[in-house]
């Protein structure tokens, strides 16, 4: 997607997120960041997945809450998704290495 340019749709139900998510990740080539809000249920997750297997990765999805981080590899590029639900400080971010992984340039990182 173009820098600054918005987009509306609908999304309905898990399968459409899936969908999203995958017509995304088919577009992406690394170097990309993305940021994903809402309550919990809302669908992130289910997005990431779609995410995920457009750029041609199988990996099984979960939500990151407990370990922060989870690396997807064996697609186009890398992703690396992120939760900062139970972020309660910067330096647990600069422990994780987030600017590397956001200065890096070789995946996706889903915030």
Partial sequence: MEEGVTRERVVDSAEAMLALGREV???????????????LGAGKTHFVKGLVY???CEAGVTSPTFTLVHEYVGGR??????????VEAEAELVELGWEEYVEGGDGVVVV
């Fill in 25 to 39: 990740g088919a577009g992406m080539s690394g170097g990309e960041v993305i940021g994903l809000v809402g309550p």
């Fill in 54 to 56: 457009g750029l041609g």
């Fill in 77 to 86: 590029c890398p992703v690396y998704h992120f939760d900062f639900y139970r």
